[in-house]
């Protein structure tokens, strides 16, 4: 997979005037930046908080999946992807579902870009947790997963391998071999495929987070077992 690194300028929920993005950000008001963050329905598309497309529109957000490829590093073959944005209604159902086929018991990586001013991000890692226990802490920290633009999730079955990512970006990216099962409860939830939809990655876009975010963040590495070091 090419994926355009995201523009990630420091733009938080919190604040009463977020910084500008470089782009096309750059040449508008305070008041037009906040009114532009303010809008979170494209059609029948409805955004959550964590993300915003550029000022210009450059992509307008929609519904829907392609086919992908991710090429790793280490010379092995071409994995196959699917990559998927969901309406906000549907979102966390989708992702709670799309992570079932990867078997009772996981792995899972929390992403966070949190206090990262310029771009990056970490990974933080816990193996073998029962799905079940998963999906329970994951419930009680829907609001941080769908919202905070600095937090991303994937779950991790290595011996298969598959994996399920909810990214930064509010995107579901699905690795591995077999799709069909993936395909199948995108259909089930009414994301169809679209072989030429554009995701808001491949443009310039905004995050959004804030220090409570932040906060929820800890809580959600303490009750995983993760090194609140990080």
Known sequence: MAFVPPVKPNTTADSATPAKAPGSFARITEEQLE????VDRYGDFLLTDAIRPSYDLQIV????YRHDRYDPRDGQPPIPVLMAAASRPILFDLFMELIEPLGPVADVVLETSH?????????????????????SILYDYEDLLLNDG???????????PQEVQFDEHKLLICYGR?????????????????PSIRFIT?????????ESY??????????LGLDENW
């Not at 077999?178 to 259909?187: D, H, K, R, T």
């Open 150 to 160: 600095c937090t991303g999730i994937a779950v991790v079955n290595p011996h298969i």
């Open 115 to 135: 206090r990262r001013r310029n771009g990056g991000h970490d990974d933080l890692y816990r193996e073998h947790i029962d799905l079940p226990v998963l999906k």
């Open 35 to 38: 009114a532009h963050l303010r």
């Open 214 to 223: 932040y906060r929820r963040f800890q809580q959600l590495c303490c009750q």
């Open 202 to 210: 491949e443009a310039e876009h905004v995050h959004s987070s804030s």
């Open 61 to 64: 957000p929609r519904q829907g």
């Open 178 to 194: 077999p799709l069909g099962v993936f395909e199948g409860i995108l259909a089930e939830y009414g994301v169809r495929r679209d």
